[in-house]
C-alpha cells in the first residue's frame, strides 16, 4: 500500500511534464501576447507624439528666520516663524486662492490671449430691451450695491482663470530647508518662468500689505493708548 501524503513534491518526471505542457501552451499562445504587448507599445508611442509639450519653471522663496517685536501688546513687522507646521503652513497660503486672485488682477491675465476662452460666454450683450432693464435696474439700486455687483461680476469672470493657474500651480518645501520652491508648467516656456516668479512676487507682495496692516493697527493703538494716559494725567 502507496502512502501518498498532502503536498508531496511531484516526481521529476511530473514535473518535466508540466514544464513542458506550459512551453507548449505560451509556444501556442505566443502571437496573441505579442500582439497585446505592440498594442500597448504603439499607444504609447501615439500618446507620446500627440501629447503637447510641457514646461515646468519654478522660482523659489527664502523664509528667514528672523523676528522683530515693537510693541509688547502687539507684534509688529515679525519675521515669518520657521517651525516646519509654520513654514508649511506658508506653502498652503503661496498655493491659496487668494494669492492667485490677486495675481490675475495685478497681471490682468483676463486681458491676455492664452485665456480668451475664459470670456467667451460669460459676458451679456446690453443691447434690446433686456440691456435696458438691466440698465435701469442698476440705476434704481444704490451706488453701493452696484459697486458690490461689479466686483462679484469682476470676481465671477476671473473665476475660470483662478482655477486654471491654480491646476497648473505647484507648491512645496524643499525638504526641510527655509526654501518654498513654486512651479508652474506652460506650453510656453517663458509664460511657466512668468507665472512662477509672478507668484513667488504675490506672496511677497501679499506679505507686506500684511505686515503694513498690523502696523497700522499698532499706530493706531498705540494713539489710541497715548491719548488715554494723556487724560489721565491731565
Same mark, same amino acid.
Given at each position: 500500500?502507496?502512502?501518498?501524503?498532502?503536498?508531496?513534491?511531484?516526481?521529476?518526471?511530473?514535473?518535466?511534464?508540466?514544464?513542458?505542457?506550459?512551453?507548449?501552451?505560451?509556444?501556442?499562445?505566443?502571437?496573441?501576447?505579442?500582439?497585446?504587448?505592440?498594442?500597448?507599445?504603439?499607444?504609447?508611442?501615439?500618446?507620446?507624439?500627440?501629447?503637447?509639450?510641457?514646461?515646468?519653471?519654478?522660482?523659489?522663496?527664502?523664509?528667514?528666520?528672523?523676528?522683530?517685536?515693537?510693541?509688547?501688546?502687539?507684534?509688529?513687522?515679525?519675521?515669518?516663524?520657521?517651525?516646519?507646521?509654520?513654514?508649511?503652513?506658508?506653502?498652503?497660503?503661496?498655493?491659496?486662492?487668494?494669492?492667485?486672485?490677486?495675481? #490675475?488682477? +495685478?497681471?490682468?491675465? =483676463?486681458?491676455?490671449?492664452?485665456?480668451?476662452?475664459?470670456? !467667451?460666454?460669460?459676458? &451679456?450683450?446690453?443691447?434690446?430691451?433686456?440691456?435696458?432693464?438691466?440698465?435701469?435696474?442698476?440705476?434704481?439700486?444704490?451706488?453701493?450695491?452696484?459697486?458690490?455687483?461689479?466686483?462679484?461680476?469682476?470676481?465671477?469672470?476671473?473665476?475660470?482663470?483662478?482655477?486654471?493657474?491654480?491646476?497648473?500651480?505647484?507648491?512645496?518645501?524643499?525638504?526641510?530647508?527655509?526654501?518654498?520652491?513654486?512651479?508652474?508648467?506652460?506650453?510656453?516656456?517663458?509664460?511657466?518662468?512668468?507665472?512662477?516668479?509672478?507668484?513667488?512676487?504675490?506672496?511677497?507682495?501679499?506679505?507686506?500689505?500684511?505686515?503694513?496692516? #498690523?502696523? +497700522?493697527?499698532?499706530? =493706531?493703538?498705540?494713539?489710541?493708548?497715548?491719548?488715554?494716559? !494723556?487724560?489721565?494725567? &491731565?
Amino acid at each position: 500500500m502507496t502512502d501518498q501524503r498532502e503536498g508531496a513534491l511531484p516526481t521529476p518526471s511530473e514535473a518535466s511534464f508540466d514544464l513542458r505542457a506550459l512551453y507548449v501552451r505560451f509556444r501556442r499562445r505566443l502571437p496573441i501576447f505579442m500582439g497585446v504587448v505592440g498594442a500597448i507599445m504603439l499607444a504609447v508611442i501615439v500618446f507620446t507624439f500627440i501629447q503637447p509639450k510641457g514646461y515646468t519653471a519654478t522660482a523659489s522663496v527664502l523664509i528667514e528666520p528672523r523676528r522683530t517685536t515693537v510693541l509688547a501688546q502687539a507684534d509688529v513687522m515679525q519675521g515669518l516663524p520657521t517651525d516646519t507646521s509654520s513654514i508649511d503652513t506658508q506653502v498652503e497660503v503661496i498655493g491659496s486662492r487668494s494669492v492667485a486672485e490677486h495675481l #490675475v488682477e +495685478r497681471l490682468q491675465l =483676463d486681458k491676455d490671449p492664452r485665456f480668451s476662452w475664459a470670456s !467667451k460666454g460669460a459676458g &451679456e450683450t446690453e443691447g434690446g430691451l433686456g440691456g435696458m432693464m438691466r440698465s435701469l435696474g442698476r440705476a434704481a439700486k444704490p451706488a453701493t450695491t452696484a459697486q458690490s455687483g461689479t466686483l462679484d461680476a469682476r470676481r465671477k469672470a476671473i473665476e475660470p482663470i483662478v482655477d486654471a493657474i491654480q491646476a497648473n500651480t505647484r507648491v512645496r518645501r524643499a525638504g526641510l530647508t527655509y526654501v518654498i520652491e513654486v512651479s508652474y508648467s506652460s506650453p510656453d516656456p517663458a509664460f511657466a518662468a512668468k507665472i512662477a516668479n509672478a507668484l513667488a512676487e504675490q506672496y511677497l507682495i501679499d506679505q507686506v500689505e500684511s505686515k503694513v496692516n #498690523v502696523t +497700522r493697527g499698532a499706530n =493706531d493703538w498705540l494713539t489710541s493708548r497715548l491719548n488715554e494716559l !494723556k487724560a489721565q494725567v &491731565e
